[in-house]
């Protein structure tokens, strides 16, 4: 008799997880990117496409889904299917969600609640929108949350208890394994969540056979798990164009997943410089943006899930994995974290906050139920609550929806195209920037455009493996040494050896040893390699840029992006490059042009104060020189420190009287 109601609750919660997550991912694919978008995805992307390998440890699940997403969707371009995948798990975490609040003993309006502030906080919506690994991250780790409950509300009096254990355990080392087989944080939370399984055999009736059945079930599930990474080896064997560390060999496997190349315990490369930044200033740049994502009344309502934690409720347990995972994914995670406190590296930090939020807005959800329990009747019913839901989440939504929405980026797209085109036939080109290199692998591997283009990764270059494939995959290219380290194989040594085979384009330079017998100069978004004495004079180099300038894609140019992300950056080059193009313009005393291309770049990059006293210098010539005091001020506000300081401030002294008896003599005609 007791099944029957049973079911009944079952599919109800079946519904409300199938009703939320499809609600959410039909606002995320509003919302997704139609093609590349920046970051790692142009390169997840390329390697879904070609069944290749991505930088450590691998990703081999979503490398796999996205693989499947690309054949199986028949519809829109390669990123956008690829980015389709993030939005459906970014989904299903919304309804798993809904789940473990259910099973926390929470009502819907609050289960749904919780799970929809989640969804619609900014960050977990935007990399919800594009080819990351995170919103699958938060789905597998929110499943295992969901499973060790299962396993720890499992009574020991039950007849079935015995089968229930093992197929329990069984099922949380399987999601475990698959979440490593995703992104490793997934060992903290396990590692989080097996301690509180730990105390809840102590203090339980738990004997030590049930810990054997327990340990021996979850390690076959852990085995299974980690399967993917099969993959690896067996995509290197088909030697794709993205293959990270070649990992066709144990030593070279074990490498990749164990991220050596970086530094196993370390975010970004050990090279990387982060001054005097220590974990705790990333903690408290995390605490600060949990305030920032739930507001005040979010952290507010997470303190009393804390005090429920501290009265042992039924959920006491429960609650405890909660805040473990929260801790584990979130401050110890933080205390390793290696990269510096600057914009860009703060954006590439700020994914790794999607889990944690995960877990904090579990904690906002119960601490809703609990004030929400304490309030007078008449405001506490089930109307009211579903009517605060809607106003909060709709709020959150309307008020999000225009800053994450990506189905209108194209930067990343147009900033490969463009550079491609930056590029004449044959060309050997070396890369040195994720921005540029992801790109630029979308356009080749994914698009098939410019097959006549050898690029290569000034960064990959430094391992032995990368260069030896290299020079298998390019037989014209060569290398005189095992790799390119910069000191005893330096980039003039990279030109001396192939400039008589290919016409030879950098893009950023690892190290200025090149500079003793060549030049280089502007050719769109790249650099030209050139003999010195050999350079184009200013008016050829004018009229060269100027005409592939006409050729590019600028339709990106028009939209407005934060610091700490990769298209702002692509908006930077794009400034540079106009910067470059006035320069030469202005060499060639071509003045007008010069000022249209100096103020288009101070348009898309008004923080560079050299554009501003060049533009002043250009404006001073032209006999503008209330338009040229002004830039000359304006380089002066962002560049304080300027050794010329003083020569500005006398320049613009200058002006200023120039312009006032301009006026006198104005004056006297009238």
């Known amino acids: 008799m007791d099944k029957f109601p049973r079911g009944r609750r079952r599919i109800k919660k079946g ?76 989904a299903v975490s919304s309804g798993l969600m809904v789940l473990v609040l259910l099973s926390l003993g929470m009502t819907r309006s609050t289960a749904v609640f919780s799970a929809l502030m989640f969804s619609f906080s900014p960050v977990v919506w935007a990399y919800s929108c594009v080819a990351e690994v995170f919103s699958l991250n938060v789905a597998m780790n929110l499943l295992l949350l969901l499973l060790m409950m299962k396993l720890l509300g499992t009574v020991t009096e039950e007849e079935s208890f015995a089968r229930k254990v093992s197929v329990r355990s069984l099922a949380v080392g399987v999601v475990t394994g698959l979440g490593m087989s995703n992104h490793h944080t997934t060992s903290l939370t396990a590692a989080a969540f097996l301690l509180v399984f730990l105390g809840h055999l102590v203090f ?14 979850g390690l076959a599930g852990l085995v299974i798990g980690l399967l993917p990474y099969i993959s ?56 600060k943006g949990i305030v920032l994502h739930s507001g005040i009344i979010g952290a507010f309502l997470a303190i009393g899930a804390l005090i429920l934690l501290g009265r042992r409720t039924r959920f006491w347990a429960d609650l405890c994995l909660v805040f473990a995972a929260f801790s584990a994914s979130g401050f110890l995670f933080l205390s390793f974290v290696n990269a510096p406190l600057e914009p860009l ?37 089930r109307s009211v609550r579903w009517l605060v839901v809607a106003l909060l989440c709709g709020g959150s939504l309307a008020f999000h929806y225009r800053d994450v929405d990506q189905s209108h980026n194209t930067v990343v797209r147009d ?30 591997y994914v698009l098939g455009k410019r097959p006549d283009v050898v690029m290569l990764d000034q960064e990959k270059l430094t391992y032995p493996w990368y260069a030896s494939a290299m020079r298998e995959r390019f037989p014209g290219f060569e290398i005189p040494g095992e790799r390119y380290d910069g000191s005893s194989v330096k980039n003039l040594d990279l030109i001396e050896a192939n400039r008589a085979r290919f016409p030879i384009f950098f893009f950023d330079f690892k190290e200025q040893s090149y500079t003793r017998a060549y030049a280089d100069e502007l050719h769109g978004l790249a650099r030209r390699i050139v003999p010195k004495g050999q350079e184009s004079p200013p008016e050829e180099l004018y009229r060269r840029n100027a005409s592939l300038l006409e050729g590019f894609q600028t339709g990106s140019f028009s939209e407005e992006w934060s610091e700490k992300t990769f298209e702002r950056e692509a908006m930077e080059k794009y400034a540079d490059l ?93």
């Open 15 to 90: 519904l409300i997880f199938a009703g939320v997550s499809l609600f959410v991912l039909a606002i995320y694919v509003t919302t997704t990117c139609r093609t590349v978008p920046a970051g790692d995805s142009g390169e997840l992307i390329t390697v879904c496409h070609v069944q290749g390998v991505a930088h450590p440890p691998g990703y081999p699940l979503f490398t796999l889904l996205g693989w499947m997403a690309d054949v199986l969707l028949p519809f829109g371009e390669t990123g956008f299917r690829v980015n389709l995948v993030s939005a459906f798990f970014g």
């Open 204 to 217: 339980g009736k738990w004997k030590f056979r049930d810990l054997l059945r327990v340990s021996v079930f």
């Open 578 to 670: 106009l910067f470059n193009v006035g320069w030469t313009a202005a060499e060639a005393k071509l003045d007008r042009k010069a000022i249209e291309l100096y103020e288009e770049s101070v348009r898309l990059n008004p923080k560079d104060w050299r554009v501003f006293r060049n533009l002043g210098i250009v404006l001073s010539r032209q006999t503008r020189p209330d338009d040229a005091v002004v830039a000359f001020e304006r380089s002066l506000d962002l560049n304080p420190d300027d050794p010329e300081r003083k020569q500005v401030q006398a320049m613009i002294q200058y002006l200023r009287r120039e312009s006032g008896q301009k006026r006198q003599v104005e004056g006297r005609k009238k």
């Open 232 to 287: 690896l080896p067996l995509f290197a064997a088909g030697d794709p164009p993205l293959n990270w560390d070649d990992p066709v060999t144990p030593g070279r496997f074990w490498q990749l997943i164990t991220r050596g190349d970086y530094g196993s315990f370390q975010l970004v490369s050990t090279e990387l410089e982060r001054g005097d930044v220590s974990g705790l200033d990333h903690i408290v740049v995390f605490v």
């Open 415 to 444: 900033y490969g195209e463009n550079l491609l085109s930056s590029l004449p036939e044959g060309a050997l080109f070396f890369s040195r920037s994720d921005l540029a290199t992801n790109a630029l692998c979308y356009q080749l």
């Open 345 to 381: 590296f703060l954006g590439v930090v700020e994914r790794f906050y999607i889990l944690p939020e995960a877990f904090f807005f579990i904690l906002v959800g119960v601490g809703f139920e609990f004030f929400f329990d304490r309030l007078p009747p008449v405001l506490r019913g």
